[in-house]
């Protein structure tokens, strides 16, 4: 069964301060797409970044990228000029191609302090 | 605007009663999903739907239903609710297709007493 681990369940940085999240995930397959979810406190699930795996580029979306290693598996999320609004619960997901259902990690907590 | 939305956000109610949360978007998605999510925990998928008149269980065992009458609407429905049933409930829509994006309404968040 696939699985998805994000290792560090809070995480505290100062504003402006560049922050890693880490993830790990469990396939056999070469076709999939990971994500990363923000959910801020009492606010909508929105998606940060998507990367498709058959893509050796890292996705970026401004102060937001990963570090894409897919013979290690790892997919982390790289913050960099945190700001408060940065402050949520961050999920990394997977989902093999043709599969229907996503997979989610068990989250990180991320608090940007000013 | 294209969204996805969720009502009741809040709902407390007594054990033993019947109660639908409902879930409508507005962009054409065929596929919907239902997660129940405890706060600050990981989500898990209870309920999903390719399109009307299809309905499938997810991983995580409920004993709430779905139905997918409409494209736009994929209510949940709780028979008996019951205090094990406490929880968020969190709809989400995404088009066909391998990898897409999920979009995700605000949440129901129930408690029951």
């Known amino acids: 069964a696939q699985t998805v681990t994000q290792s560090q369940p809070e995480m505290s940085v100062q504003e402006a301060e560049t922050v890693t999240l880490s993830c790990t995930y469990d396939?056999?397959?070469?076709?999939?797409?990971l994500f990363w979810y923000k959910q801020p406190p009492s606010r909508q699930m929105i998606l940060v970044i998507r990367?498709?795996?058959?893509?050796?580029q890292n996705a970026t979306e401004n102060r937001f990228s990963v570090n894409f290693q897919k013979a290690a598996k790892s997919f982390s999320l790289k913050i960099s000029d945190s700001q408060l609004g940065d402050t949520a619960m961050y999920f990394c997901?997977?989902?093999?191609?043709?599969?229907?259902?996503?997979?989610f990690g068990q989250g990180t907590r991320l608090t940007i302090n000013p | 605007e294209a969204d996805i939305y969720q009502t009741p956000r809040y709902l407390v109610i007594g054990t033993g009663k019947k109660i639908t949360l409902e879930c409508s978007q507005t962009?054409?998605?065929?596929?919907m999903y239902w997660y129940q999510q405890d706060p600050g925990m990981e989500l898990h998928l209870i309920h999903y739907?390719?399109?009307?008149?299809s309905t499938e269980k997810g991983d995580l065992s409920s004993e709430s239903t779905v139905s997918r009458i409409r494209t736009e609407h994929f209510p949940l429905t709780l028979e008996s609710a019951r205090p094990s049933h406490t929880s968020q409930y969190l709809c989400?829509?995404?088009?066909w297709g391998s990898g897409n994006e999920q979009f995700f309404g605000p949440g129901t968040r129930l408690t029951v007493l």
């Open positions: 396939t056999s397959e070469n076709n999939y797409y």
């Open positions: 962009m054409g998605h065929d596929k």
């Open positions: 989400a829509s995404s088009e």
């Open positions: 997901a997977f989902i093999e191609g043709g599969a229907q259902k996503l997979v």
């Open positions: 990367q498709e795996a058959y893509k050796q």
């Open positions: 739907s390719y399109g009307v008149n």
